[in-house]
């Protein structure tokens, strides 16, 4: 068989498996409920009585529903196949553990999109909102690939109850949205919290919204756009790392 070949079946694979997991997982209730409602209460719960400029507010929620939303299907994916029994025989197949992280990285990663779609079209109808579409368009695409992987490095664990995985998840994304610069904007944090923000994948987002909408940063977009793709790359080696440990163990 040719590279050719191989690559095309490669792409296929990914192809079908983001394909099946659009048509299983998207519907699944705990998508639906850490994908969805979480933001949306924790906007309401963040604004609600309280005097803020939702335009100002809006590239920070606009991240944060991205975020949310492309890193809530792949925590399930996994555990829920191991749970069915389904996992081993998608393995059975020709494809590889590298064609299943991408297949379920671009469905996550779609599904972001989409969303994320939904929020932005609100907020450019009824706020008014004008926006750099480059910088939208470009910071989307590569964020919620990055969001999708770490979703994809948090259903690691061999764990086969989805609760579990699920549990663990929002141990991690919670702290990351806190410390992103969403609730308090960069120019504000001083010290070890400025610092700690910059751990988290999502300020670099934050931070390009804002330019998109406010034409304010306070990093450089292009060490945004670098460390959203070095955050991509690392979530995706783990990712596979993991996996494969995990498979040859037989968990």
């Given at each position: 068989?040719?590279?050719?070949?191989?690559?095309?079946?490669?792409?296929?694979?990914?192809?079908?498996?983001?394909?099946?997991?659009?048509?299983?997982?998207?519907?699944k209730a705990p998508v639906l409920i850490f994908g969805l409602l979480f933001p949306l209460f924790l906007f309401l719960a963040f604004y609600l009585g309280r005097e803020v400029d939702l335009s100002c507010f809006f590239p920070g929620f606009l991240a944060m529903s991205l975020f949310f939303t492309a890193s809530s299907v792949g925590p399930l994916i996994t555990p829920w196949e191991k749970q069915a029994g389904t996992y081993e025989r998608l393995l059975?197949?020709?494809?590889?553990?590298?064609?299943?992280?991408?297949?379920?990285?671009?469905?996550?990663?779609?599904?972001?999109?989409?969303?994320?779609?939904?929020?932005?079209?609100?907020?450019?109808?009824?706020?008014?909102?004008?926006?750099?579409?480059?910088?939208?368009?470009?910071?989307?695409?590569?964020?919620?690939?990055?969001?999708?992987?770490?979703?994809?490095?948090?259903?690691?664990?061999?764990?086969?109850?989805?609760?579990?995985?699920?549990?663990?998840?929002?141990?991690?994304?919670?702290?990351?949205?806190?410390?992103?610069?969403?609730?308090?904007?960069?120019?504000?944090?001083?010290?070890?919290?400025?610092?700690?923000?910059?751990?988290?994948?999502?300020?670099?987002?934050?931070?390009?919204?804002?330019?998109?909408?406010?034409?304010?940063?306070?990093?450089?977009?292009?060490?945004?756009?670098?460390?959203?793709?070095?955050?991509?790359?690392?979530?995706?080696?783990?990712?596979?790392?993991?996996?494969?440990?995990?498979?040859?163990?037989?968990?």
């Amino acid at each position: 068989m040719t590279t050719k070949d191989l690559n095309v079946q490669f792409l296929r694979g990914v192809i079908i498996t983001t394909e099946k997991n659009i048509r299983i997982y998207y519907t699944k209730a705990p998508v639906l409920i850490f994908g969805l409602l979480f933001p949306l209460f924790l906007f309401l719960a963040f604004y609600l009585g309280r005097e803020v400029d939702l335009s100002c507010f809006f590239p920070g929620f606009l991240a944060m529903s991205l975020f949310f939303t492309a890193s809530s299907v792949g925590p399930l994916i996994t555990p829920w196949e191991k749970q069915a029994g389904t996992y081993e025989r998608l393995l059975s197949f020709p494809v590889n553990i590298n064609t299943l992280i991408l297949g379920d990285t671009t469905a996550g990663m779609i599904f972001g999109i989409l969303i994320s779609l939904v929020v932005l079209m609100v907020g450019l109808v009824f706020l008014g909102l004008r926006v750099n579409f480059f910088l939208l368009i470009f910071g989307t695409l590569l964020a919620s690939f990055c969001f999708s992987s770490l979703g994809i490095l948090l259903a690691s664990p061999s764990a086969r109850a989805p609760s579990h995985i699920m549990m663990l998840s929002s141990l991690v994304r919670f702290p990351l949205i806190f410390i992103s610069g969403i609730f308090i904007p960069l120019g504000n944090l001083q010290g070890v919290g400025k610092a700690v923000s910059y751990l988290s994948p999502i300020t670099y987002l934050v931070d390009i919204f804002n330019l998109g909408f406010k034409d304010k940063s306070f990093i450089s977009p292009v060490v945004d756009f670098v460390a959203l793709f070095a955050f991509s790359i690392i979530f995706v080696f783990l990712s596979n790392r993991f996996h494969r440990r995990n498979l040859i163990k037989g968990l």
